[in-house]
């Protein structure tokens, strides 16, 4: 059974210019969350999409945005982006109800570099 | 309002020793889960082990078990048998309940945990 992938792993972008981040998860999985890691602010929740609807939305800016396609892939997308957004970000498949399971698995995350 | 405070910034066990990592949190949903997770240098996530609030019994996955205290408001990690492997950072998070079995999760600071040999 394949995990959750994240593309890409590693990037560096220039202040200003904008990403966009990549998460397929588990087969059957319908629910897609993003979290933000730094050493200052820890794991933060940004969102998450549940058949292809954001459920629930963390506290950050509008510039950070996302999506969730008909297959349960998602996007987030950061724009205009300034150097605190380096941070290393990862994605968190679960089934998304009730009796369908309850463990939540993250992807190996993708390493974003602002400079 | 939803909290996980994990206590101990840094550990540190000798090989083959059992050790115990400390989480307690703080929620008023009477529906909660609580997870672990370890994480090594390369970032990815691991998932160890979940238990549930209604759960009767203590999770248990392998050489990890959940000691979990409810009236306490703790869910330490306990790993038996260390190895060097298992040196790592390690997350206590949850999530509160409710019919949606929602993806959003509150995480504590972390536990870095070193393994001698």
């Keep these: 059974k394949a995990g959750v992938t994240q593309t890409p792993r590693y990037l560096i972008k220039t202040r200003g210019q904008q990403v966009t981040l990549s998460c397929s998860p588990i087969s059957g999985h319908r629910s897609v969350s993003w979290y933000q890691q730094t050493p200052g602010q820890g794991l933060q929740f940004l969102f998450e999409y549940f058949s292809e609807t954001q459920r629930n939305k963390g506290n950050f800016p509008g510039r950070f945005s996302g999506r969730q396609f008909s297959n349960s892939r998602s996007e987030m997308n950061v724009s205009t982006l300034e150097l605190g957004d380096s941070a290393l970000y990862l994605c968190a498949s679960s089934p998304g109800r009730t009796l369908s399971g309850n463990t939540i698995y993250f992807g190996e995350g993708s390493w974003l570099t602002v400079v | ?117």
């Design chain 2, 1 to 117: 309002a939803q909290k996980i405070t994990q206590t101990q910034p840094g550990m540190f066990v000798q090989e083959k020793e059992a050790v115990t990592l400390d989480c307690t949190y703080d929620t008023s949903d009477p529906s909660y889960g609580l997870f672990w997770y370890k994480q090594p240098s390369s970032g990815e996530m691991i998932f160890l082990i979940y238990q549930g609030s209604y759960d009767q019994q203590n999770a248990t996955e392998g050489r990890y078990s959940l000691n979990f205290q409810k009236a306490r408001k703790s869910a330490n990690l306990v790993i038996s048998a260390s190895q060097l492997g298992d040196s790592a950072m390690y997350f206590c998070a949850m999530r509160e309940g409710g019919s949606s079995n929602t993806g959003k999760l509150i995480f504590g600071q972390g536990t870095t945990l070193q393994v001698k040999p």
